[in-house]
């Protein structure tokens, strides 16, 4: 079911308050929820046309639940409600910002952080408009009862999960989009499977290898390759401005070269402080590069699950880059949301996390590169590739620490996504794997001189 509510973004003066930054865009606190609290609504809003009012339980156990929390995070903000789910098809057309991933409980209200960054939602909320309605999925648990204030209840809220935080006017309870609507409702449940799909793919296509070893015979040899994950790793000594910009042109060919759909491809590339060249000086070459490449080689149409997964890694890559701003360690990111290609520079040290795919790239700074496999050891288990531009002495020092944290292959940057012919995927002979060898001992052989019709 789909349902409106609705709290105060707070005082002008608040407003007046919140933190403008650099660009126009502006960041605002919101208490955007609250819990244990009983809500009436209109019989026909709740599917009970047979009822005038139904008084309805906030629970704090199911506002408050880790699951429903974690979905306020990067969710879009509209300036009032849409007339239909949020999805990525209808995201460009509605969305005036988004919710930051910081969503804490505050007592017995959920606050959130609000990038504003259309002029007509800063315009309005600076104007008055001071009301956050959130728009949500929820089940309803019709067993009555009484809240812990003595309130009587209809029903109970559970399982929910927010579609969207929508800006309205003082007084606007949201738009004549009623919780009965079917159609909407299998709408946002499509799209908020899909968000759920998105984050558990990985666990569900290792279970799926799991699941075919399982129905493989015990004499039949069975040989899985499951997901893995690449990054690069640039030294000081690359960094010279003869060097790096053609070292930049690589990273991006490897990038570009089947868009990071294999294995191998980087997803994310640590820059080694001290060189002539600055890691946020090399991130600029790399996004020009990957600029120019998309004029040569353009990339290809992303379906709607690949757009969405671009646009919540920037989306949480944004929201880092606001809360950092005014100190160290924080983010920048390069090119526009329209771009075919995103890079984000992190400044310091970042653990090793997947990107976006479809030529999306984070750039970590770090002072050391002996730091870096500290920050992939976490992913032990799905390390592929790593690509190195280093000198000799350092490149078989990085790749022997690389090598003890489960990293199966080393490459030159620019040559990642170009493996050479036979080379040991994940670790294991490609062929040998394959074949099963009979050997003919030398006492076989001797033996069978003795029964040679020769031998007498």
């Known amino acids: 079911m789909h349902i409106y509510d609705r709290l105060s973004l707070g005082p002008a003066a608040e407003i007046a308050g919140a933190r403008p930054l650099g660009n126009g865009a502006l960041v605002v606190q919101a208490r955007a929820a609250r819990a244990g609290n009983v809500q009436v609504y209109r019989g026909d809003e709740v599917a009970r046309p047979d009822l005038a009012e139904v008084r309805i339980y906030r629970d704090p156990d199911e506002i408050f639940r880790p699951e429903s929390l974690r979905s306020f995070g990067h969710k879009p903000v509209t300036l009032d409600h849409p007339p239909e789910a949020v999805t990525p098809r209808t995201w460009r057309g509605v969305a005036r910002g988004h919710v930051g991933d910081e969503v804490v409980r505050d007592g017995g209200f959920v606050r959130i952080p609000m990038l504003l960054a259309d002029s007509a939602a800063i315009a309005a909320v600076q104007g008055g408009r001071r009301e956050v309605s959130v728009g949500y999925t929820c089940d309803l648990d019709w067993t009555p009862g009484t809240a812990p204030d003595g309130s009587p209840y209809d029903a109970r809220q559970t399982k929910v999960i927010v579609d969207h935080v929508a800006i309205v006017a003082r007084g606007r309870a949201g738009p004549d989009c009623r919780i009965g609507d079917a159609d909407l409702g299998q709408r946002l449940a499509e799209a908020e499977a899909r968000a759920e799909a998105a984050e558990t793919a990985l666990a569900e296509r290792d279970g799926e290898v799991a699941a075919l070893r399982a129905r493989v015979p015990v004499t039949t040899r069975f040989l899985p390759h499951g ?32 868009e990071q759909q294999g294995c191998y491809a980087p997803q994310m590339l640590f820059v080694e402080r001290g060189g002539a060249v600055a890691p946020d000086e090399f991130a600029r070459h790399l996004a020009h590069e990957l600029a120019a490449l998309a004029t040569r080689h353009p990339r290809r149409r992303l379906d ?27 983010a920048t990111l390069l090119g526009d949301p329209a ?47 790593a690509g190195i531009a280093a000198a ?41 794997d394959l074949v099963t060898v009979t050997e003919i001992e030398a006492s076989a052989e001797a033996a069978a001189e003795g029964f040679a019709p020769y031998a007498d």
Do not use: C, K
């Open 339 to 385: 771009d075919p290609w995103s890079v984000v520079l992190l400044d310091g040290p970042a653990p090793l996390s997947p990107s976006g795919l479809n030529r999306s790239l984070a750039v970590v700074a770090v002072d050391d590169l002996a730091e870096v496999p500290a920050l992939v050891a976490p992913h032990r288990a799905y390390l592929q590739t």
């Open 304 to 330: 709607a699950g690949e757009a969405s997964a671009i646009a919540a890694w920037r989306s949480g890559h944004e929201m880092r880059a606001l809360e950092t701003e005014e100190r160290s360690g924080g």
């Open 227 to 258: 997901h893995r994950i690449g990054f690069a790793m640039v030294a000081r000594e690359a960094l010279d401005s003869r060097r790096a910009g053609p070292l930049a042109r690589h990273a991006a060919h490897d990038v570009v070269r089947y």
């Open 392 to 432: 000799p002495e350092r490149l078989l020092t990085l790749a022997d620490d690389l090598a003890g944290i489960g990293v199966t292959r080393i490459s030159a940057i620019g040559r990642m996504t170009a493996p050479e012919a036979g080379w040991h995927h994940d670790g294991r002979f490609s062929l040998l």
